[in-house]
């Protein structure tokens, strides 16, 4: 028996992660994916994206002013990637990345580079859920899913006796890459067998339902999205 018994808090706090619109934000589906597909349970504030508002609402729980973001008490977590590190950090049990160092090696390379990269794929392809049609590829993002699509092949071949997934089970890694999972639906995008049948395990998850069918629902729209396949009067827009 302690002489100073240590106060349980009867309120702990929870993780509270704050998001854009499901049917756009490519980056907020990442660690909402990452934790909803591994039953850690958290709370979803939605802030909605193209608003004059936007950037001052996301600045309370990001020094970016973007979103995703994940407030734990009074800790504030930005960055997608980042994100997904910490709750992998605080819920072990997880196993949000592969147990085995070099395979976790590889995993968190796959995931950098999505996190940094395939830009000309993202801004010619901006996650939109509700879209369902063709759009002709630029050259760079050509190259781009000949990439991705080459890594989905290798690592589904070597995990393939593991589950459906980069590494076997759902992890971190495919939930970083589902976003770009969806853009090649949304823009008929024509790939490999393999990297269809990640495609379709990444849509048969529960979790990826939910968010979906939410995303879809919402009737919020952002034109400049919704209008990619007309010439653009100003710019592009931002990368999702
Ligand atoms: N590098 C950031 C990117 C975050 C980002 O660009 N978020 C977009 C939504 S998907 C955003 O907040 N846009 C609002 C704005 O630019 O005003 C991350 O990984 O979290």
């Known amino acids: 028996m302690t002489a100073f018994p240590v106060k349980q808090n009867r309120y702990p706090p929870k993780l509270t992660l704050v998001i854009g619109n499901k049917n756009y934000s490519s980056w907020s ?7 909803a597909a591994n039953n850690i349970p958290f709370a979803e504030v939605l802030i909605q994206l193209d608003q004059s508002n936007t950037r001052q609402l ?24 980042a994100i997904i590190e910490y709750v992998a950090d605080r819920h072990p049990e997880a196993g949000l990345w592969p147990a085995d160092p070099d395979r976790r090696g590889l995993a968190r390379a796959l995931a950098s580079e ?52 980069l590494f076997g089970k759902f992890g971190a890694v495919d939930a970083m890459f589902a976003p770009v999972a969806t853009r090649i639906r949304s823009y008929e995008i024509p790939v490999d067998q393999a990297s ?26 952002i034109p400049a999205v919704d209008n990619i396949d007309k010439p653009q009067a100003t710019g592009t827009p931002a990368r999702r």
Request: hydrophobic share 40%; aromatic share 14%; with cysteine.
């Open 58 to 81: 996301a600045l309370q729980y990001s020094p970016t002013g973007k979103v995703p973001a994940l407030k734990f008490g009074t800790l504030m977590i930005w960055e997608s990637l």
């Open 114 to 165: 999505m996190h940094c990269g395939f830009q000309a794929l993202r801004s010619h392809c901006p996650m939109n859920l509700r879209r369902k049609a063709t759009r002709r590829l630029s050259p760079e993002a050509e190259q781009d899913v000949m990439r991705l699509t080459n890594y989905w092949r290798r690592f589904r071949a070597e995990a393939a006796s593991e589950g459906d997934f």
């Open 29 to 35: 589906l990442r660690p909402w994916l990452a934790m």
């Open 196 to 221: 269809n049948d990640y495609i379709d395990a990444i849509y048969a998850l529960p979790a990826f339902k939910k968010w979906f069918d939410a995303g879809t629902a919402e009737p919020w729209r």
